[in-house]
Each structure stands twice: as structure tokens, then as C-alpha cells.
């Protein structure tokens, strides 16, 4: 029996190396890229300024602009070399771009080179734009995310799902991101596995949770329903997602939004790249009071949030439908199946039934993503800048209680509304 | 960005040729397998009894024993030369068959060999079975096979799911059997396509059913609910399927059962495998009248294929739930979150749940496989070998009431007792 050739089997590792500053410049010395910073390699200035868990960013200015340029590390950094990480996530991350690009149009950085030797890609340097969680901390309004993310989400999902591909065009496409084993495992992981265990890798405020998390660790309701969401996860196979979409995930201007760092891509449930992005608006929204002082109690921040929660998902929604009531080139619901005002009438309900799953789905792996972010490895800033832990772990509270109610009693949230209720008085 | 390398790279189709009897001595007389036949090659005799859709099948007799070579043929044999058809197919079946061998023990034929240049497999010979189908036409019985084929579905898609497999080691076979675009193909356009629009691979016997037809043409809700099937099979990545389990893939004699032709291999629904093989059993219900004689009204018979049903579902039932209580390697609902009393109670309620889903999707999918065989391109020798139509038509009315009823009502039919009572009241 044949093997598939695996997607790294055309590279070798052997030309990698761990960038520095000269190795970058000389790298960007040797590109057509390099008209965009002007002027000649001694005029550039290098900065590495990666913040995140997996990668080294650096920003390169030149006397005629600059670039970004983003190299993944052989470890998790978050971590250190103890946790290998592989390359091979910098392949995913331009894939994901490439597929996407023509569907999103602005809303991703534009791309001038991947480097497939050294793991890097140079691309767009987002000047002026700031880490959306950093601007939310800081209470800072952005008019246009939610819409932009809402839009974002509708367009990639659809043109990858089986509404817009035909069955060959989609199981080429999965095969390809189906080889993201390594990126696939840590979300396995750290999102449905270890916040439910003990395990070395959890941390939370301490002692203040001690006693909720393990309520959780014990809540055979809860498990069963996060083990239900992580099988979900695994073989729901709708469409490209981009596969870690929260806050931190988004850069943005009041004026503009960009989404950056898709190497968790693979194809699994839209729900998961809505529930990342809603549950972090959620996260920010319990973190506020955290955050107030005596000038800005942050109510009126809260409510901002929850509107752009609402708008997320209500853009979702209009523009998902949109495309798909005027695009059936797919093998989904093929078109050559609708004629008459009868079975367009029908369509239209099989479409909002859909979407109502869709709905549940976000709900469902939002709460998931909440509870990581507070019992898990990987935490947010949002509560972690909160300096007081009794008064970080009140917003943790609240939002782990909500996350679990979310999940344990689906039902009881068909509706933004419904979660709006609960969230009030969660909130209170 | 680098493209993922078809399955097919590394063969050529060069040294392909349609295999011949002088071809096939040849080449059996090149293999170790020689031995199994026994004396030298003027002894063997050739038969070629493909009957099926798409191949070669030729039964190779020697003074020591018998083998059974099958070829694929580049195009769709049931339709000519017109409809080309790739040779892969050959290659994913040899695949089925490698990766489920450790699980499903005698229920598929031994392999010999597989030649990826020719793509033939030369595989044991099955003396004494015949197709079930045509023992169920006959007015046979079994009373193995239901058992069989149950156990086989629980333990085939068991192993190959997220219950049994890590997520790697699933995205992995995902991959591999992700590029078995061609005949993937056939069953989007031939189960959840065709049936429901005019074209003209469709036939159903005219003019009897004509206005049946044409009325399911324009059910919208019928539509809208193959359609959601459809998705689900394009998007539901939850076990390794056979592809085509109706009972043509499957031989019997009155003590064993082996299951063949597994070249429509891919990951989807487990329901789709058990839904093609409850649904053909159906389908022999709904015929037996057709082949009465005044010596044998059937109605004993149409009671065993009844019981058949439930005893399948049943088998898998009991086999698929019996092998999750005692495994849990996979990623799904993996062990290490379960511990108390009070976590194993939740968790069986999990399963229960999980399997009602499938029971669901049997339902559905089986449904889909009805109409599609009375309606669409490939029909069943059921209901084909019933030589007055206006007999044939009567029957295959009743099969498609039933099968649009399941799909348009699906909250009526939660267990097999609701489905018997329809089919009783159908039947009549």
C-alpha cells in the first residue's frame, strides 16, 4: 500500500536557521522585496517584537517603508525548547492566507514572500495597528471589527465549505490542511483535554479558583458535553477555518481590521472560529471590572462589547446567508435542485436551520474557549493585567460560570437574548 | 505554496493494460501466489464474472485451488467507454481493505497481492458464496449475515474514529483516502443529485411510476432533506466508510459472510455504511411480493428480512457500544476525564445519545439509497428481475413512499418499531 507524500516531504529542515537580526537583513537584501524598504541593507532597522506563543516577528524599517517578517521556532516560545514545536505550522499559515486571500480581500496582511527553507514569511507591516485584546484591555473602541470579523468569517467559511466547492475542489483542500497534525493536537488539547484534568500544564488564580476548578474537573455534565463539542471539533469538516481566532489573533485601527496568524488552520466546524472570536469578547466583557477605576467604571465599555458581539454574530449571519442565497456552485444543497418559489421557500428554512447550529456551535466552543483561557495553559491578558487575584478571580468567576451554564444547558440559549439575560446577571 | 502530491504520483498509467486470460496467466505465473493454484499455467482456467458496475472479475481455477483476480477498468462498465472512470479506484480498495484487516477478521477475503500498474488485486477465491442479493431474491435466508455485517460496520468504523484513533493518526487516514475524488463523485451526483432532477442517467419503471416520479421532483421538503443528507456525507468525518455496503458488496454462504468491493472507501457518516446495507434489506422487503409464487407468498420471508433489519442494527448497536466501554485511546471523549461513578453515567448517557444520532443518519441515509436505486442511474436485480412492470412498480411505489416518508418525517421514526409499524401499514 502507497503512502501519502507527507506536505513537508519537499523540504528539508536542513537550510533552517533561527533568524537574527543580520541573518533577516541579508535575507531581505536578497528579495525583490526589498524595494519596499528603499535605500540600502545598512539604512534598515530591525526590531523583534513577537509577543505571542509560537514565533519570532520582526519589523523591519527602511527609508521607504516597512515590513513584517514572522519565523516560526522549532519550540512552542511560550514554552521553551522543552516543548518541540514543528516548522511546518509556517506552511500551514501561508496556505490558509493564499486560500483566503481572494474571498477577504483587506482583511488579511498582504503577503510579499514565504520563505518554505527558513519557515518565514515577509509580509504587510500593519503599522498604526495594535493587538485587538490590547485595545480592549485599555478600553479602547473599534467601531468596525465586529462587522469586519463577522464579514471575514462568513467569506472564508463559505468559499472553503461545500456551499461553494465542488466534493473534489473540497477534499483537496482538506487533504492539504489535514497534514496540521501538530498545531491540530495542542487545540485538542489544551482546549477539550487538560482544562479538565489535572495536568502541569494548567495553571489558574490561586488559591480563589482552586475550589471552582475542581467543581469543573468533577462536573460529569460539563465533560460530557466539552468531550461532545471536541468530537465536534474532529469530524465536523465544513469548512477552512482559521483555527485560533480570538482577540489577539486581530489587529486593528479605529478605521481598519486585520486577521493574522492562521497556522491552527484546518477544516472543522465554522462554530470553532466563531466561538473563538465571541468568546473573547465575552472573556474582555467579564474582565472590565477588573479593569475600572474610579474615572471609568467600564459599564459603559461592557455594553459596547456586547453590542459588537451582537454585530459579529448578527454579520455573520446576513452576509453567510447572503452569499449563499446567491452562490450554489457548491455540491451542498446543489443548485440544479431549486425551481420553483415552493422549494425556495423550503431552502430558506433549511438555511436558517443550519445556521441556528451554526449558532449552537459558537455558543458551545465559545464557552469551551472561555474556560481554557482561565483553567488551561495559554491565558489572556485581559484577566492576567488584572494585579489584584481576588478581584481577577471575581471576572474569572464569572466568566467560567457563565462558559459552564453555556454548556451545560444549551437550550436554554436559541438567542443572543437569552445569553444577553445571563449574562446580566452573571455580571451583576 | 507547495501543493500536496496525489496518491497517484508515484505510478504511471503506462504499463496499465485491460487484463486478458493469456495477460492474467502471465502475470499469476510471475507471483508467489502461483502455489495457491498449484501445477503449471496451461492448467488454470480463466473465467471473467464481473457482473457489477466497474470491473474486470475473473475466477482463476488451478489443480491445487482457486484465486479471484479483480481489475478496475478506465471507465464505468455499466455504461461504456463514454463514462470514463480512474483506475485509482483500485488503489483505495486495496487501502480499505489493508487498513480495516486487523479489525474485521474473516468478515473481507484474504489478500494476495495488489499490483498498483495494473490495478488488480489478487485475492482468495470465494467458493460456495454467493452475492446476497441474489440469495435474497431467491427467497434465502441467512442467518449469519445480519449479525455479521453488523459486527463488521461497528468494528470497522470503531477503529478508524476518533473513538479508537489519535488525532493525528485520523487526519492522517483522512488524507490518504481524501483523494478518492472520482468515485466520491458518483455518489453526491448519484444518491443526492440525480434522483431529484431530470437527467438523463435517471430511468424508473414507465409509465407507472412516472408521476410518483415527477411529484418527488418537486417534494421541496423531500429535497431540502436529501440535501442536508448529502451535506452531511460530504462533511461528517467520523469513521472510514465502505462506501457502497448494499447487499451486491456482500457474499454469503448459509454459515459466512465477507464483505467486497470497498473501492467507494472514504471517511464520512458511520450511518451512510449502515444506511446502505439497512436500506437494501428494505428494499428486498419491499420486493418479495414481486417474486411470490403460488407455492411461496414471501410474507415469511419479508418477516426474516425484517428481522434481518433489527438484528443488524442491534449487532451494531451492542458491538460498537461494547467496543467504547472498553476503548478509549482515541481523542474522542478521551479517558483521562473520566473517573467517577457519577462521570461514567454521564458518559454512557453520551453514547446512547451519539448512537441515536446514528440510528438517525441510518435512517436517512438508507432512505436516500432507496429512491435513488428506484429512480436513479443503478437500479437492484430486487426489483429489476420482477418482469412485469406493472408488479415492479408496485412495489418499488412502496419502497419510495416509505423511504420519502423517513426522510420528510424524521421525528416520527426515533426506534425500529416505529419504522416496522409504517412499513407494515406500507407493505400492505
Not at 161 to 175: G, N, P, V
Not at 275 to 304: K, M, V, Y
Request: with cysteine.
Amino acid at each position: 500500500m502507497r503512502t501519502v507524500a507527507r506536505v513537508a516531504a519537499d523540504t528539508t529542515q536542513r537550510d533552517y536557521k533561527i533568524l537574527d537580526p543580520p541573518g533577516l537583513t541579508a535575507l531581505l537584501a536578497s528579495l525583490a522585496t526589498r524595494v519596499r524598504l528603499g535605500g540600502v541593507p545598512s539604512d534598515w532597522r530591525v526590531r523583534e517584537v513577537g509577543d505571542g506563543n509560537l514565533n519570532l516577528v520582526f519589523l523591519v524599517d527602511g527609508p521607504a517603508g516597512s515590513v513584517c517578517v514572522k519565523q516560526a521556532l522549532p519550540y512552542v516560545r511560550a514554552a521553551g525548547p522543552s516543548w518541540p514545536m514543528t516548522l511546518e505550522r509556517a506552511f500551514f499559515e501561508n496556505a490558509y492566507y493564499s486560500t483566503v486571500a481572494p474571498h477577504v480581500g483587506a482583511r488579511i496582511p498582504e503577503i510579499f514572500h514565504y520563505d518554505p527553507a527558513l519557515y518565514c514569511t515577509v509580509m504587510e507591516c500593519l503599522s498604526g495597528h495594535i493587538i485587538l485584546r490590547q485595545g480592549l484591555i485599555a478600553g479602547r473602541r473599534y467601531p468596525h471589527v465586529a462587522r469586519d470579523l463577522g464579514e471575514f468569517v462568513a467569506r472564508a467559511c463559505f468559499w472553503t465549505s461545500s456551499f461553494a466547492l465542488s466534493c473534489e475542489a473540497k477534499m483537496e483542500a482538506e487533504r492539504l490542511f489535514a497534514a496540521n497534525h501538530a498545531l491540530t493536537r495542542i487545540s485538542v488539547d489544551l482546549i477539550f483535554g487538560d482544562p479538565y484534568r489535572l495536568s502541569e500544564r494548567n495553571r489558574h488564580t490561586s488559591p480563589q479558583l482552586d475550589s471552582l476548578a475542581a467543581e469543573m474537573r468533577a462536573d460529569s455534565a460539563l465533560k460530557v458535553a466539552v468531550a461532545r463539542m471536541g468530537m465536534k471539533f474532529m469530524t465536523q469538516s465544513e469548512a477552512l477555518l482559521h483555527g485560533d481566532l480570538h482577540s489577539g489573533s486581530v489587529m486593528v485601527t479605529p478605521e481598519d481590521s486585520r486577521v493574522i496568524d492562521p497556522e491552527f488552520a484546518l477544516y472543522g466546524p465554522i462554530g470553532f472560529d466563531l466561538g473563538a472570536f465571541f468568546g473573547n469578547l465575552l472573556l474582555s466583557w467579564f474582565a472590565q471590572p477588573g479593569h475600572a477605576t474610579s474615572q471609568d467604571d467600564r459599564i459603559a465599555q461592557q455594553e459596547w462589547l456586547w453590542q459588537q458581539a451582537v454585530e459579529f454574530w448578527n454579520t455573520f449571519h446576513v452576509t453567510f446567508l447572503g452569499l449563499w442565497s446567491a452562490s450554489c456552485e457548491g455540491d451542498a444543497y446543489p443548485k440544479g435542485l431549486w425551481s420553483t418559489a415552493q422549494d425556495f421557500v423550503a431552502l430558506q428554512a433549511a438555511r436558517n436551520a443550519y445556521l441556528e447550529g451554526t449558532f449552537a456551535d459558537m455558543l458551545g466552543f465559545a464557552a469551551c474557549k472561555m474556560i481554557r483561557r482561565i483553567l488551561g495553559f495559554a491565558h489572556v491578558q485581559d484577566f492576567e493585567s488584572i494585579p489584584d487575584p481576588a478581584r481577577r478571580a471575581h471576572c474569572e468567576t464569572g466568566a467560567l460560570t457563565l462558559a459552564r451554564h453555556v454548556l451545560t444547558h444549551p437550550r436554554q440559549f436559541p438567542s443572543l437574548n437569552a445569553l444577553r439575560d445571563a449574562l446580566t446577571r452573571r455580571g451583576e
